[in-house]
């Protein structure tokens, strides 16, 4: 895994990006609803802020950290219709430049602290560096739903190296989070990073392989593309099986959606 001041620094740089596409929306487009279980980009940027705070917050105080999450477990909401009436009908631009101030306030935060420091989370401990890269995968995926509803084009960058990582590394997470068991060993990645550098994961194996985009790759592991809308060459069946299902985020298990809905 990368240094930390490179994750932060990466992570800002996320964060900016879809704070400026963001700034360009009508006030009309902020309660359209994208493809992604028809969150509106209200829900989108609410949920990134709602993500955000909840790390800051453990940051914090452990305590304060646990305090809030059993209020939100309690509430009997679910997390987008509890995070609306948390923040009180905030939205637009109004919302845009909470999530943002917060955001940087959240990279300060997080620069600032001993790289081997642990958060308080709703599952295990998650180290900090762990857990910012989490935020810049949380970013960069949500941030999909709005470009894909606006029909808008995205630059690619190469911090999606610190996804791929977390798309390699989450393979056997995969099947265990399904309570499947794992089809064989973890197929050898071979992808083209968007400045066309090559990265390579896992032992070589010519029957066990997926190669192509690593824009892709990040794109199925975090369940914004299904791999069938991908040119993604996944070849040998543990590699099948994986590509059907992959899932790099933590959490009970989720569906990739169905092809043809999200391209």
């Not at 950290?65 to 997390?79: D, E, I, N, P, Y």
């Not at 300060?108 to 599952?123: E, I, K, Q």
């Not at 690593?214 to 199925?220: L, T």
């Not at 299902?245 to 009970?252: E, L, N, S, V, Y």
Request: one cysteine or more.
């Amino acid at each position: 895994m990368a240094d930390l001041v490179e994750i932060i620094n990466d992570l800002r740089a996320e964060g900016h990006e879809l704070y400026t596409f963001l700034q360009d929306l009508n006030e009309e487009d902020w309660s359209r609803q994208t493809t992604f279980k028809s969150w509106t980009i209200n829900d989108v940027v609410q949920h990134l802020y709602f993500g955000d705070f909840l790390g800051a917050t453990s940051h914090k105080s452990s305590e304060e950290f646990l305090a809030f999450l059993k209020t939100v477990q309690q509430s009997g909401l679910g997390l987008v219709d509890y995070t609306r009436q948390w923040l009180d009908g905030l939205s637009g631009t109004s919302m845009l430049e909470r999530w943002r101030t917060h955001f940087i306030d959240m990279c300060d935060r997080f620069a600032a602290s001993d790289p081997d420091m642990r958060l308080t989370w709703a599952g295990p401990d998650m180290g900090i560096k762990m857990f910012a890269t989490a935020r810049l995968m949380e970013t960069w995926a949500h941030g999909w739903e709005v470009y894909d509803l606006l029909g808008a084009p995205r630059q690619h960058t190469d911090r999606i190296r610190h996804i791929a990582i977390i798309g390699a590394k989450t393979y056997g997470w995969t099947f265990a989070n399904r309570k499947q068991e794992v089809p064989g060993l973890s197929p050898y990645l071979k992808l083209t990073a968007p400045s066309g550098e090559t990265w390579e994961f896992n032992t070589p194996q010519e029957d066990n392989q997926i190669t192509g985009q690593a824009v892709e790759f990040c794109q199925v592991v975090t369940q914004v593309r299904n791999i069938g809308d991908t040119k993604l060459s996944v070849v040998g069946e543990p590699a099948k099986q994986w590509m059907a299902i992959a899932q790099c985020f933590a959490g009970p298990p989720e569906q990739p959606p169905l092809t043809g809905t999200r391209v």
